[in-house]
């Protein structure tokens, strides 16, 4: 028997930019993004094989190209420039980072100093923080050991990357509030991560399963965070990025007959569509 986490695979702002680029592909030759549209090697190598171009950043990108934002969003002045060269430019971030970015926007122009909780390498936040006029006006903390050595402001706002845990955005807006006279908090958190979070807790303690097959991308965080979650509740998990790394591991589905299945928000559905053949076809075979 297969059981499927009740929420599992892409989000709505990763199906919503992938979709966009499907579709724009029908139009386009070549269709550009910057930096990867998702981390997923399987769909991207799809959407390649369509015409997907990905640069490294916005001056790789030919004159007269066809460029989607992915759901990450961009710095407003990479936007600015490509557009400026009259690229056709088609803004997918999706629309909890837009809020983000906005929020930062505002609230710097209304004279807060704007921190940012997140991870300050990764491309939402750059776009967050490149949303903010003044950028010294701006600062990105990673936990809480960063905030308690920020300096004592007059009007701050804590604004938070979609995929921090609530947790710990009330603990860094506890430690602000000791650093300075008013203090703005804007929970920009998205549900979608901690949805599939707890949807794999779920999977595991509302069933007696003898394994979980786990399907995303090897790099991406959301899929590795699953995974640990997954071994917290001592459950046995197979991690596979597709149907031939599956079948390549059958052994492992050997003698299982109650076996779960989560995937992370980056996963395509016709990836797990695949899998679960796989599965379904081996416990076939075991007369299950
Ligand atoms: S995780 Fe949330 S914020 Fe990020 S792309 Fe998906 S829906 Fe949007």
Known sequence: MIIMAEHAGFCFGVKRAVDAISEALKDYPQVWTIGLPIHNPQEVARLESLGLRVAD???EIPDGAKVLIRAHGEPLEVIERL???GIDVEDMTCPFVRKAQEKAAQLSREGYY???LGDRNHPEIRGILGHVSDKDSAEVVADEHEASQLQFRAKTA???????REERLERIA???VGKSSELRVCNTICKATAQRQEAARELVRNNQLDGVVLIGGKSSANTGKLRDILEAEGVNVLWV???KETDANSSWLTGKFMVGIAAGASTPEWLIDRVTQIIAAKQDLQGV
């Open 57 to 59: 950043n916005d001056s």
């Open 174 to 176: 506890g430690i602000l």
């Open 241 to 243: 990025e597709d149907e």
């Open 83 to 85: 557009k400026a060269r």
């Open 158 to 164: 804590l604004i938070s990357q979609t995929t921090q």
């Open 114 to 116: 704007v921190v940012l």
